[in-house]
Protein backbone atom coordinates (compact mmCIF):
# COMPACT_ATOMS: atom_id res chain seq x y z
CA UNK A 1 0.00 0.00 0.00
CA UNK A 2 1.61 3.60 -1.10
CA UNK A 3 -0.05 6.34 1.23
CA UNK A 4 0.63 10.22 0.14
CA UNK A 5 -0.81 13.60 2.46
CA UNK A 6 -1.54 16.75 0.79
CA UNK A 7 -3.25 19.91 1.45
CA UNK A 8 -6.67 18.08 1.76
CA UNK A 9 -6.03 14.84 3.41
CA UNK A 10 -4.81 11.04 2.52
CA UNK A 11 -4.60 9.22 -0.12
CA UNK A 12 -3.58 6.00 -0.67
CA UNK A 13 -3.77 3.27 -3.29
CA UNK A 14 -3.24 -0.45 -3.05
CA UNK A 15 -2.36 -3.13 -6.07
CA UNK A 16 -3.84 -6.65 -5.12
CA UNK A 17 -1.66 -9.23 -6.71
CA UNK A 18 -3.41 -12.60 -7.61
CA UNK A 19 -1.87 -15.62 -7.75
CA UNK A 20 -1.05 -16.69 -11.21
CA UNK A 21 0.33 -20.06 -10.98
CA UNK A 22 -0.48 -22.73 -12.85
CA UNK A 23 -0.24 -26.79 -12.96
CA UNK A 24 -0.86 -26.96 -16.91
CA UNK A 25 2.49 -28.29 -18.48
CA UNK A 26 4.51 -25.34 -20.25
CA UNK A 27 6.75 -25.74 -22.70
CA UNK A 28 10.19 -25.95 -21.54
CA UNK A 29 12.12 -23.44 -23.31
CA UNK A 30 15.63 -24.63 -22.79
CA UNK A 31 14.66 -28.12 -24.21
CA UNK A 32 16.71 -29.52 -26.65
CA UNK A 33 16.35 -32.79 -28.36
CA UNK A 34 18.50 -34.86 -30.95
CA UNK A 35 16.66 -37.66 -32.37
CA UNK A 36 17.55 -40.93 -33.12
CA UNK A 37 18.67 -39.96 -37.04
CA UNK A 38 20.75 -36.93 -35.83
CA UNK A 39 17.72 -34.10 -36.26
CA UNK A 40 18.15 -31.36 -33.86
CA UNK A 41 14.79 -30.36 -32.04
CA UNK A 42 14.28 -27.23 -29.92
CA UNK A 43 11.33 -24.76 -28.64
CA UNK A 44 10.86 -21.35 -31.08
CA UNK A 45 7.76 -20.15 -30.46
CA UNK A 46 6.41 -23.14 -30.72
CA UNK A 47 8.51 -26.69 -31.78
CA UNK A 48 9.80 -25.40 -35.57
CA UNK A 49 11.25 -28.78 -36.12
CA UNK A 50 8.55 -31.12 -35.53
CA UNK A 51 5.05 -31.45 -37.19
CA UNK A 52 1.74 -32.88 -35.96
CA UNK A 53 0.77 -36.20 -37.34
CA UNK A 54 -2.58 -37.85 -36.88
CA UNK A 55 -2.22 -40.45 -33.36
CA UNK A 56 -4.99 -43.15 -33.40
CA UNK A 57 -8.47 -42.96 -34.93
CA UNK A 58 -10.34 -39.53 -34.94
CA UNK A 59 -13.65 -39.72 -33.32
CA UNK A 60 -16.97 -37.16 -32.70
CA UNK A 61 -16.09 -34.30 -30.10
CA UNK A 62 -19.69 -33.53 -29.03
CA UNK A 63 -18.75 -30.91 -27.09
CA UNK A 64 -17.39 -29.26 -29.92
CA UNK A 65 -19.87 -30.77 -32.41
CA UNK A 66 -17.13 -31.71 -34.67
CA UNK A 67 -14.79 -34.47 -35.52
CA UNK A 68 -11.33 -34.61 -33.78
CA UNK A 69 -8.04 -35.88 -35.30
CA UNK A 70 -5.54 -36.86 -32.29
CA UNK A 71 -2.17 -35.66 -33.17
CA UNK A 72 1.15 -36.35 -31.76
CA UNK A 73 4.54 -34.75 -32.47
CA UNK A 74 6.98 -35.91 -34.88
CA UNK A 75 9.93 -34.81 -36.57
CA UNK A 76 9.57 -33.01 -39.59
CA UNK A 77 12.19 -34.73 -41.99
CA UNK A 78 12.00 -38.64 -40.61
CA UNK A 79 9.27 -38.53 -38.75
CA UNK A 80 10.24 -40.28 -35.35
CA UNK A 81 8.31 -39.19 -32.29
CA UNK A 82 9.26 -36.79 -30.41
CA UNK A 83 8.06 -35.70 -26.77
CA UNK A 84 9.22 -32.37 -25.73
CA UNK A 85 9.97 -31.32 -22.44
CA UNK A 86 7.14 -29.63 -20.50
CA UNK A 87 7.87 -28.26 -16.63
CA UNK A 88 4.79 -26.93 -13.81
CA UNK A 89 5.90 -23.52 -12.33
CA UNK A 90 7.36 -24.54 -9.10
CA UNK A 91 7.50 -21.43 -7.02
CA UNK A 92 4.24 -19.15 -6.73
CA UNK A 93 3.61 -16.33 -9.62
CA UNK A 94 1.84 -13.39 -8.80
CA UNK A 95 0.33 -10.57 -11.42
CA UNK A 96 -1.00 -7.43 -10.43
CA UNK A 97 -4.74 -7.52 -9.71
CA UNK A 98 -7.20 -5.22 -8.50
CA UNK A 99 -5.95 -1.99 -7.78
CA UNK A 100 -8.33 0.09 -4.62
CA UNK A 101 -8.18 3.74 -3.77
CA UNK A 102 -9.23 5.45 -0.70
CA UNK A 103 -9.15 9.30 0.11
CA UNK A 104 -9.24 10.14 3.80
CA UNK A 105 -9.77 6.51 4.07
CA UNK A 106 -13.16 6.50 1.96
CA UNK A 107 -12.93 4.07 -0.93
CA UNK A 108 -12.97 6.20 -4.16
CA UNK A 109 -12.34 5.51 -7.64
CA UNK A 110 -9.25 5.80 -9.92
CA UNK A 111 -10.52 8.86 -11.40
CA UNK A 112 -10.85 10.38 -8.62
CA UNK A 113 -7.89 9.30 -7.05
CA UNK A 114 -6.30 11.06 -10.17
CA UNK A 115 -8.21 14.00 -9.97
CA UNK A 116 -7.26 14.64 -6.32
CA UNK A 117 -3.21 13.96 -6.87
CA UNK A 118 -4.18 16.74 -9.79
CA UNK A 119 -5.41 19.02 -7.31
CA UNK A 120 -2.93 18.92 -4.71
CA UNK A 121 -0.31 19.58 -7.34
CA UNK A 122 -2.25 22.62 -8.43
CA UNK A 123 -1.92 23.68 -5.01
CA UNK A 124 1.61 23.36 -4.62
CA UNK A 125 1.74 25.53 -7.84
ZN1 LIG B 1 14.39 -36.67 -37.41
Not at 4 to 22: F, K, N, Q, R
Not at 67 to 86: F, K, N
Request: hydrophobic share 25%; with cysteine; proline share 7%.
Amino acid sequence: MATMTGPTGELSYEVSMIDVTTSVPQPDKSWRFTDVNGHEHYWQDGYPTLSHVPDGERYWDDDDGEWYQPTRLACSVCGVGVTPRTTVDTFRRMAPGLSYYTFNGEPITKERFEEIQEEWRAARG
